[in-house]
């Protein structure tokens, strides 16, 4: 079974993979419905340096960045500007002008 911290190192996205981690610690997460997904914020520490914060959705053990229902029940989230609840909050869906233009195709830059 991958741990957490072989999980992160394995991700393109994972912007650390020099850095030795210490602990990643689950701060807070919610089920996204439709989706089977947890989105999770996690506290990644190192041996060294301070810590990095990230939103990571998991299906199962690994990530679910490149699920297609996932990215569908996120984008969902955003657009519908839902509130879903975690075990110590919410996780607030907002969109943004950068978010219509994905939508739309076309790049946001000006």
């Not at 210490?22 to 807070?28: A, M």
């Not at 839902?82 to 950068?98: A, E, F, K, N």
């Amino acid at each position: 079974m991958t741990t957490l911290p072989e999980l992160l190192k394995s991700r393109r996205w994972f912007g650390a993979k020099s850095r030795s981690i210490s602990e990643v610690e689950i701060l807070d997460s919610g089920e996204l419905p439709g989706s089977g997904s947890l989105l999770n914020i996690l506290s990644v520490r190192y041996t060294e340096g301070p810590a990095d914060t990230y939103f990571v959705p998991m299906l199962g053990t690994s990530d679910a960045v490149s699920d297609a229902a996932t990215s569908m029940a996120l984008l969902s989230l955003i657009e519908k500007e839902t509130r879903l609840p975690t075990q110590h909050g919410y996780i607030q869906g907002r969109r943004s002008t950068g978010a219509a233009c994905a939508a739309a195709g076309e790049s946001g830059a000006e």
